[in-house]
C-alpha cells in the first residue's frame, strides 16, 4: 500500500508522502482501544474515519528545495475556508474563501519577495496599494487557483489512498495532549510516520516524514467543525479595477 497526497502551491510546495508498507505484529501485552488489531486494521480504519469528514484543520511545515512552506488551513466540503501560508519565511499570505468568491492578502515581505527583479518604482508602488489589503477574486480564475488548492477538502482527501497491508504498530504516543498510537516504516534513507488517535473517533493525527529530501510534519484537527470564513471589511478591500 501507498499512501500519498500531494499539494502545489503556486509551484512552491510539493508534498508527497509514501506511507506505511512494512510488516507490523501486535505486542502481547498490549491494551487500548487497537489492541488486537494490526498495524494495517489501524491505518485503514483510520483512513475511512479521516477522509469521511466534513471539515477539518490541517497544519503544514514542510522544507523544500525552495525553502521551508508553513501553512495552517480550516478547509470545508462546502467550499468555505480560511489559511495563512508562509514560504521561505519570506512574508506571509492569508487566504479566505466563501462559496466561490475568494479574499487574499499579502504583507510587504511577501510582495517584495515575489516581486525580485521587477523595476523599484512598480514593486513599491504594488507594495503601497497591496501591502496587508485583502484583494477579490472568483474561485475560478487561473491565477487564483493555486493559492486555493488547501481550500479542496475534497481532493485533499481523495489524495488519501487507503487499503494499507502492512503497516507496523510501533506504540502509544500523544498528539496535542490526544492520546495516540504511531505506526511507522523506513522506505530507503526515509522514515515515515503515522500517529492515529486511541481516544475518541480513531482519526489521523499527525503525518510525519524524515530522513528525505523534503521533510515534513501535517498535523490534523477540528474535524467536522465548522468553518467560519467571513468576507473582510469594505475597507480592508482593494478595489482593483479602480486602479486600472
Known sequence: ????????????CTLALAGLVA??????????????????????????KTTGVKSLRMDLDMTTADGR??????????GDCTGTMTMGGEGRMDVVKTGETVYTKFDEALLREQSKGEPKADVDAAVELLAGRWMESKASDPDTKDSIEFCDLKGLLK?????DNAARKKGPTTVAGTPA???????????????????????ILRITSRGGEEPMTMNLSDFDVPVVAKKPA???????DLKQ
Open 159 to 163: 489524495d488519501f489512498e487507503g487499503n
Open 23 to 48: 510488516c507490523g505484529t501486535d505486542s502481547p501485552k498490549e491494551t487500548g482501544p487497537f489492541a488486537g488489531q494490526s498495524g494495517p486494521e489501524v491505518v485503514n480504519k483510520a483512513l475511512k
Open 234 to 240: 469594505a475597507k480592508d478591500i482593494v478595489d482593483l
Open 69 to 78: 512552506i508553513k501553512a495552517a488551513f480550516a478547509s470545508s466540503l462546502g
Open 1 to 12: 500500500m501507498r499512501l500519498v497526497t500531494r499539494i502545489s502551491i503556486n509551484t512552491l
Open 181 to 203: 498510537l504511531r505506526l511507522t516504516e523506513k522506505e530507503g534513507k526515509e522514515t515515515y510516520t503515522v500517529d492515529v488517535a486511541a481516544e475518541g473517533a480513531p482519526y
